[in-house]
């Protein structure tokens, strides 16, 4: 009996607890009617803020479901003024949007749910009129009465990553009182964080606005962790779509467009302070007045991963760094750039994509710079500062005065295994097109290693240097514009950039590029992904090796060349699964096909005799026909013999490669 007893009891306690943990979510719907308890999509809140509050009370409740709608604060942090009605995060709590919930009160005819962020879009917005109109954005008059943050978290709340926010639209914002420093409400249209580090992911922050900084987020002494969200078309004095002050915020697959610092600097982002970390994110068609157009750094130490830059740009008096602009000084370690691309940036005045001036040293490894352009330093402009590029390829960049690196006033910049091809200035493609020296009164220099740099004369010294062409694939793409998406950058068998780096040259893998966790081996990966130490036997070794790979030497600019089994298609290959016969793609890098001459098991063949007819003992369908051998004479004979002389050869080759790797 007493067993029994012990057997209901841990039923009837699994039970409330599931009961419990079902009554841990509560659901807010805008379609529901009044008088709901949040417990199910049928008796749904209507009311956000009724969600939070209940949640604020009630530590069981950890998450919050909100059907797609339009939903607007309506607590006010400070009594009697209407403008600081706001959203606040919990601690502990996730609150999530996008689901179907039960649209006209019709929770029968789908599953509420149903969790889609852009069928059922769930809106936050700072409208508390409802009547804003996106022609007269960012300070017209339907504006003015929106709430100053869509959501606030002032200091005192100490958020922390258990307060989530997931899968919203937070717009309307508009945080437009008087610029200070000690005015919140200048700050974070969309969402203003103070010793917050809250988790926000799959979110939108679109049409926010601040009179200071962060149109779209502002963070202050916090760091969040933001991913896969979007920043658009926002606007701010400085960074318009987000702004962080000693703040080190973690952002991974976000997109920064077309937002914009209307009178400082940071189009997309506006950096004072801290150490910010930007993984596989995009920064497009973001606008400056004077200073970065898609991000700006002060005193700041981005480290910036796979990133791509494009149509950023800045304009004004002394307009500088149509994608980056950083200004630091001696004591701040500088900026980080791997494996990140920036195409068709402009600035008025100074470096089209980059521009850095103070002491501090910066990193720039597997870069590619393309079609960016400046009055000079059509890529680069350096001020006083020593930064390392280490396998960047800069190319088709235009400037009035260097195309390709301007230099100035007692910088010394190191370039190692680059190339710097067609970038022009008004004079055309020299030497001096692709690096300049703007400081003749008190000169910098150039040092210049293992690096292809077209008309090269060899008076900026180094070793190991090249002003062959370097013989891209197609340096123009099938637009027959430089600098756009379609161009390929990579090299042709026959180039004089394979194998001819400096293996001792790659800086340590600070940002763990392979994901295996080792950050102290040099950079293992080129800027597609691919492995960087790959011997092309077809190829003379003529760089500089090292004590650790002694037998393959790595090549010149972003892009190592490729070769049949890497996993990656290029332009000579139809197919590519790690050099080995698959179901669809043969060991040569061709698609398996009936008739092509090569037996490849793994796509059901018995045979392929190189062609498609009945009668010669393999059928059109690469079978073997019953009560026959297949025979191959004459002209398919040879065929075969060469087949299994170069499929000899293939198969040694890739045994050697990975072997070596």
Known sequence: MCSRCITFGMFLSVALAGSTQAQSIRYVDDDAPSGGDGLSWSTAYNNLQDALSEAL???????????????????????????????????????????????????????????????????????LNGDDDPGEFPDGPSFAENCYHVFYHSEGLNLDETAVLDGFTITGGNANNDFTVTSPHSYGGGMYNRYSNTTVTNCTFSANSAYGRGGGMSNRYSNPTVTNCMFNANSADGGG?????????????????????????????????????????????????????????????PTIIRCAFSVNSVWGFAAVG??????????????????????????????????????????????????????????????????TLVNCTLTSNQAN?????????????????????????????????????????????????????????????????????????????????????????????ASPCIDAGDNTALPPDEADLDGDGNTTEPIPLDLDGRNRFVDDFATPDTGNPSPEVPDRIVDMGAHEFPFCGDGIVDYSEECDEGGIDTSTCDA??????????????????????????????????CRVETGRIPTVTGWGLTVMLLLLLTGAKVYFDRRRRLSSA
Not at 66 to 81: F, I, L
Not at 596 to 601: H, K, P, S
Request: proline share 5%; hydrophobic share 30%; with cysteine.
């Open 588 to 621: 040569d890098c061709s698609f398996a096909e009936c008739g092509d001459a090569t037996l490849n098991v793994s796509a059901g063949e018995e045979c392929d005799d190189g062609n498609t007819a009945f009668g010669d003992g393999c059928n059109p369908y």
């Open 401 to 493: 005065a260097a195309g390709g690196i301007c230099n100035h006033l007692k910088g010394y910049p190191t370039l190692v295994n680059c190339i710097l091809w067609d970038n022009r200035d008004r004079d055309g493609t020299s030497e001096a097109a692709q690096l300049y020296e703007a400081e003749s009164t008190s000169p910098g220099m150039f040092y210049v290693d293992y690096s292809c740099v077209q008309g090269w004369t060899g008076q900026l010294g180094g070793v190991g240097n090249t002003g062959s062409d370097p013989l891209f694939v197609d340096r123009i793409g099938p637009d027959e514009i430089s600098g756009t998406d379609d161009d390929d950058l990579r090299l042709l068998p």
């Open 57 to 127: 009370g009630d530590p069981s409740i950890t998450e919050i479901r909100v059907a797609g709608g339009m939903y607007v604060p309506s607590v006010q942090t400070e009594p009697g003024v209407p403008r600081t009605e706001t959203f606040q995060l919990i601690n502990g709590v996730t609150l999530s949007g996008g689901y179907r919930g039960c649209p006209g009160g019709d929770c029968t005819s789908g599953d509420p749910d149903e969790l889609d962020i852009a069928l059922y879009e769930s809106i936050l917005s700072g409208d």
């Open 241 to 301: 779509g987000m702004s962080n002050f000693d703040s080190d915020p973690v952002l991974a697959g976000c997109a920064f467009i077309a937002n914009q610092a209307v009178d400082f600097a940071g189009g997309g982002v506006c950096n004072l302070g801290g150490s910010p970390t930007f993984a596989d994110c995009t920064f497009r068609e973001n606008q400056a007045h004077r200073l970065g157009g898609a991000i700006f750094n002060y005193e700041s130490s």
């Open 322 to 387: 149509g994608a980056i602009s950083t200004s630091n000084s001696d004591h701040i370690v500088g900026l980080l750039l791997f494996s990140c691309v920036f195409q068709s940036n402009t600035a008025s005045t100074y470096g089209g994509a980059v521009y850095y001036e103070g002491d501090s040293p910066w990193t720039a490894a597997n870069c590619l710079f393309s079609g960016n352009a400046a009055s000079t330093g059509g890529a680069v402009f350096n001020h006083a500062s020593a930064p």
